[in-house]
């Protein structure tokens, strides 16, 4: 055999060529990762920085104890709408959650079993992609058109309908990454599925389950479109929820495209309290419930 051949120290020209040009790429690939990943750090950091040099200022405790301002009218505050969205995103939640568990419950346990299923799972992709605007007028179509007035229940129909899905998606991704082995033993010991499904599976990942249902408010708090067609809006503090309701994005549509100075500085106000609100949904959802699935 020729030892040239198999020599380690004989220099091999084509591996290193291709070996720089791979090592080019890489680094061209890198660079360009970083670089987009800085633009949009970049341009977030520019909207908080924002938000937060406009909105502290309009903190005050008026703005929490005080309704919106009639138009040219000095002071006021956002109590109505922090209420009015207190009602709506409760109230969609509690709908909401029961159903999106359970439903995503049945995915798991038969999502491979019947068409019924696969029909769920696929009417459900198609909702989480549906823009809210489309949702916010089905509701209006098939509830306020048929009471012929606006309402704080309206409001919650239209943002439990968006939130169900993601609910869904959520427990039956968490579900599906029980071991097999917990569930057999389950089985073994000879308790019914439907037991085993409810106290071996779903108590194995409620901590991923409760994320969902985290991330799902955090996705509907901010909503505007569908408020606009169903809950409107009102000037006025109200706790009745079968007629419009006051809540905070639609508050700041309106209140960011006024003339009036104090209601375009009550509009950073609250989008300030909704971005907040909506971080401090996603960090307790990914801090406080985190939880390791068990081998």
Do not use: C
């Not at 950091?45 to 929490?64: E, R």
């Not at 207190?86 to 969609?92: D, E, N, T």
């Amino acid at each position: 055999m020729n030892q040239a051949a198999i020599n380690p120290q004989e220099p091999i020209v084509p591996m290193n060529k291709v070996y720089r040009k791979r090592l080019f790429r890489h680094r061209v690939g890198i660079a360009m990762s970083v670089l987009a990943m800085s633009l949009g750090l970049a341009v977030l950091a520019w909207i908080l920085v924002t938000l937060v040099i406009n909105g502290f200022s309009a903190l005050s405790v008026n703005m929490f104890t005080e309704s919106t301002p009639a138009p040219g009218s000095e002071g006021g505050g956002l109590a109505n709408a922090i209420f009015g969205s207190f009602m709506i995103v409760g109230l969609s939640t509690l709908v909401s959650t029961p159903i999106g568990i359970l439903a995503g419950m049945y995915l798991a346990e038969y999502g491979n079993e019947n068409k019924l299923a696969a029909v769920t799972r696929f009417v459900t992709d198609i909702m989480l992609s549906a823009p809210s605007i489309v949702i916010g007028m089905f509701v209006w179509a098939a509830y306020v058109a048929t009471t012929n007035h606006y309402s704080g229940y309206a409001g919650s129909i239209a943002l439990a309908l968006i939130a169900v899905p993601v609910v869904v998606r959520t427990t039956d991704n968490m579900l599906r990454l029980v071991p097999s082995s917990l569930l057999e033993a389950a089985f073994a010991l000879g308790a019914p599925r439907w037991k085993v499904a409810m106290t071996v599976r779903l108590r194995a990942v409620k901590a991923g389950v409760i994320t969902g249902v985290l991330l799902a408010v955090a996705r509907i708090s901010g909503e505007t479109a569908p408020l606009l067609f169903t809950a409107l809006n009102n000037q006025f503090f109200s706790k009745d929820m079968n007629g419009p309701m006051a809540n905070l994005p639609v508050v700041i549509y309106g209140f960011a495209m006024s003339p009036y100075d104090n209601w375009r500085e009550l509009a950073w106000g609250g989008a300030l309290l909704v971005t907040f609100s909506v971080l401090a949904l996603n960090i307790v959802s990914r801090t406080m419930f985190s939880q390791k699935i068990p081998n």
